[in-house]
Structures are given as structure tokens and as C-alpha cells.
């Protein structure tokens, strides 16, 4: 049985966001960036984050989160360059969430995170 993607579509890894991680193709939309960069915070796939985040806001490195267990993903609105999530996430402390409105910018033919414009 395949595995199913982290992000939440129900679509198993391979066709979902796995062909992102590896750069086999590019996100067509804000959502589809955001649900693969989930997906690459919970598999560990942190160059995929750092490639897909506009160079001019973007830290120097990615580092991994190892206290954090990314466990689901609420997609709330996502309109033209604008996604609202909340994605959960389980610490030794329990339980958790992170919300945010987040801004996408097409650069180069291709999507790129710029920055959280609420939390």
C-alpha cells in the first residue's frame, strides 16, 4: 500500500508532494507549495524548504526540529498569493499548533514562500 502524503490531500507521497521534494516538477499553485513544504518539515526534507523560500527573506540554513512530531494539516483559505493553515505538531509537552496567514510571491515561473504575514 503506498504511503499517504503527510500533507493531508489523501493522495499517496509519490504523487503528491514526493515529486516536489526531489524538484521532478514545481508547485502550480501557493496551496500546493505550502502542503509540500509541511510535508517536507515532517519527513525531514529541509532543502526543499530552503529552495522553495524567496532568497531575500529566507535564513541562512534550515535546521531540523527534532522536539517537534508534525502529526496533520488544516488548509483554511488559500486565495491568490495568500494561505491560511494551521498545522499540528506533537512535543514532549504535548500537543501543539502553529497558525498562519502566509504570502507566496511567483518568481523565476515558480512559487516561493516570502513570509508569515500573521500568526
Given amino acids: 500500500m503506498p504511503e499517504p502524503c503527510p500533507c493531508g490531500s489523501g493522495t ?3 504523487a503528491c508532494c514526493g515529486p516536489l521534494h526531489v524538484g521532478a ?7 500546493e ?6 510535508s517536507a518539515y515532517a519527513l525531514g ?3 526543499h524548504v530552503f529552495r522553495t ?9 534550515v535546521s ?12 483554511h483559505r488559500a486565495e491568490d498569493d495568500v494561505v491560511e493553515f494551521t498545522a499540528h505538531f506533537r ?3 504535548g500537543p501543539g499548533v502553529h497558525h498562519e ?3 507566496f510571491e511567483r518568481r523565476g515561473g515558480r512559487w516561493v514562500y516570502v513570509e508569515a504575514v500573521s500568526r
Avoid at 25 to 31: D, I, L, M, V
Avoid at 33 to 38: A, F, G, H, N, P
Avoid at 54 to 59: D, K, N, V
Wanted: charged share 35%; hydrophobic share 30%.
Fill in 12 to 14: 499517496a507521497y509519490d
Fill in 64 to 75: 531540523p526540529r527534532p522536539e517537534l512530531t508534525w502529526t496533520g494539516l488544516e488548509v
Fill in 33 to 38: 507549495l505550502m502542503r509540500s513544504r509541511y
Fill in 45 to 47: 526534507e529541509l532543502d
Fill in 25 to 31: 516538477r514545481q508547485a502550480e499553485t501557493p496551496e
Fill in 91 to 93: 512535543t514532549a509537552d
Fill in 101 to 103: 496567514v502566509s504570502l
Fill in 53 to 61: 523560500w524567496h532568497p531575500r527573506t529566507r535564513p541562512d540554513t
